[in-house]
Protein backbone atom coordinates (compact mmCIF):
# COMPACT_ATOMS: atom_id res chain seq x y z
CA UNK A 1 0.00 0.00 0.00
CA UNK A 2 0.85 3.84 -0.68
CA UNK A 3 0.23 6.47 1.76
CA UNK A 4 0.30 9.89 0.97
CA UNK A 5 0.11 12.79 3.30
CA UNK A 6 -0.36 16.41 1.88
CA UNK A 7 0.52 19.90 3.79
CA UNK A 8 0.77 23.70 3.19
CA UNK A 9 -2.96 24.32 2.41
CA UNK A 10 -4.69 27.33 4.46
CA UNK A 11 -6.08 30.37 3.73
CA UNK A 12 -4.73 33.07 0.85
CA UNK A 13 -5.70 36.11 -0.04
CA UNK A 14 -6.50 36.68 -3.56
CA UNK A 15 -3.19 37.08 -5.50
CA UNK A 16 -1.13 35.31 -3.08
CA UNK A 17 0.62 32.50 -3.06
CA UNK A 18 0.95 28.52 -1.54
CA UNK A 19 3.01 25.79 -1.99
CA UNK A 20 1.58 22.37 -1.42
CA UNK A 21 3.91 19.21 -0.19
CA UNK A 22 2.99 15.46 -0.53
CA UNK A 23 5.03 12.80 0.65
CA UNK A 24 4.50 9.09 0.13
CA UNK A 25 5.41 6.31 1.76
CA UNK A 26 4.90 2.72 1.94
CA UNK A 27 5.38 0.50 -0.71
CA UNK A 28 6.27 2.96 -3.16
CA UNK A 29 7.54 0.94 -5.79
CA UNK A 30 3.85 1.02 -7.11
CA UNK A 31 3.68 4.56 -7.75
CA UNK A 32 4.42 6.01 -11.63
CA UNK A 33 2.92 9.18 -11.42
CA UNK A 34 2.90 11.77 -8.93
CA UNK A 35 -0.07 14.80 -8.63
CA UNK A 36 -2.68 16.35 -7.79
CA UNK A 37 -6.37 16.91 -7.94
CA UNK A 38 -8.53 19.40 -6.33
CA UNK A 39 -12.56 19.34 -5.85
CA UNK A 40 -14.29 22.45 -5.39
CA UNK A 41 -17.80 22.42 -3.68
CA UNK A 42 -20.68 21.17 -5.48
CA UNK A 43 -17.99 20.07 -8.14
CA UNK A 44 -16.76 17.32 -9.77
CA UNK A 45 -12.56 16.22 -8.68
CA UNK A 46 -10.66 17.91 -11.60
CA UNK A 47 -6.71 16.91 -12.17
CA UNK A 48 -5.05 20.01 -11.82
CA UNK A 49 -1.06 18.82 -12.36
CA UNK A 50 0.81 15.68 -12.48
CA UNK A 51 4.57 14.49 -13.14
CA UNK A 52 4.67 11.35 -14.70
CA UNK A 53 7.21 7.98 -14.28
CA UNK A 54 9.28 9.71 -16.74
CA UNK A 55 9.66 13.58 -15.67
CA UNK A 56 6.98 14.90 -18.39
CA UNK A 57 4.70 16.94 -16.94
CA UNK A 58 0.93 18.24 -17.50
CA UNK A 59 -0.40 21.29 -16.12
CA UNK A 60 -4.77 21.83 -16.15
CA UNK A 61 -5.45 25.07 -18.75
CA UNK A 62 -6.95 26.54 -15.40
CA UNK A 63 -4.22 26.92 -13.69
CA UNK A 64 -1.30 27.07 -16.04
CA UNK A 65 0.62 30.12 -16.01
CA UNK A 66 -0.43 30.11 -12.43
CA UNK A 67 0.65 27.06 -10.82
CA UNK A 68 3.86 24.94 -11.12
CA UNK A 69 4.22 20.67 -10.69
CA UNK A 70 7.63 19.45 -9.14
CA UNK A 71 8.51 15.96 -8.30
CA UNK A 72 11.37 15.16 -6.07
CA UNK A 73 11.32 11.22 -7.40
CA UNK A 74 13.98 10.01 -4.35
CA UNK A 75 12.41 11.84 -1.49
CA UNK A 76 8.68 10.61 -3.17
CA UNK A 77 7.43 13.65 -3.11
CA UNK A 78 5.41 16.27 -5.12
CA UNK A 79 5.06 19.65 -4.67
CA UNK A 80 2.70 22.28 -6.20
CA UNK A 81 3.18 26.05 -6.18
CA UNK A 82 0.03 27.93 -6.83
CA UNK A 83 0.88 31.60 -7.59
CA UNK A 84 -1.28 34.42 -8.67
CA UNK A 85 -4.57 32.38 -6.70
CA UNK A 86 -8.22 33.15 -7.52
CA UNK A 87 -10.91 32.86 -5.58
CA UNK A 88 -11.68 30.00 -7.69
CA UNK A 89 -8.91 28.07 -6.97
CA UNK A 90 -11.18 27.54 -3.90
CA UNK A 91 -11.09 23.97 -2.97
CA UNK A 92 -9.80 20.70 -1.28
CA UNK A 93 -6.85 19.76 -3.14
CA UNK A 94 -5.93 15.69 -2.94
CA UNK A 95 -2.21 14.30 -3.77
CA UNK A 96 -2.95 11.06 -6.31
CA UNK A 97 -0.74 8.59 -7.01
CA UNK A 98 -0.75 6.31 -10.18
CA UNK A 99 -0.16 3.13 -9.81
CA UNK A 100 2.42 0.76 -11.80
CA UNK A 101 0.89 -1.45 -13.70
CA UNK A 102 0.12 -5.40 -12.57
CA UNK A 103 -1.61 -7.26 -9.96
CA UNK A 104 0.21 -6.17 -6.72
CA UNK A 105 -0.35 -2.43 -7.47
CA UNK A 106 -3.66 -0.51 -6.92
CA UNK A 107 -4.57 1.47 -9.77
CA UNK A 108 -4.15 4.49 -8.02
CA UNK A 109 -3.35 6.30 -4.52
CA UNK A 110 -5.01 9.00 -2.74
CA UNK A 111 -4.33 11.49 0.05
CA UNK A 112 -6.64 12.52 2.25
CA UNK A 113 -6.85 16.07 1.36
CA UNK A 114 -5.96 20.08 2.25
CA UNK A 115 -8.33 23.01 2.34
CA UNK A 116 -7.11 25.79 -0.04
CA UNK A 117 -9.04 29.03 0.53
CA UNK A 118 -8.78 32.30 -1.72
CA UNK A 119 -10.55 35.21 -0.59
CA UNK A 120 -11.21 37.94 -2.73
Known amino acids: QVHLVESGGGLVQAGGSLRLSCVAS????????LGWYRQAPGKERELVAV???????YIAESVKGRFAVTRDKPNNMVFLKMNSSKPEDTAVYYC??????????????WGQGTQVTVSA
Open 96 to 109: NAGGQPGVRCEYDY
Open 26 to 33: GDTTCISS
Open 51 to 57: VFGGGSS
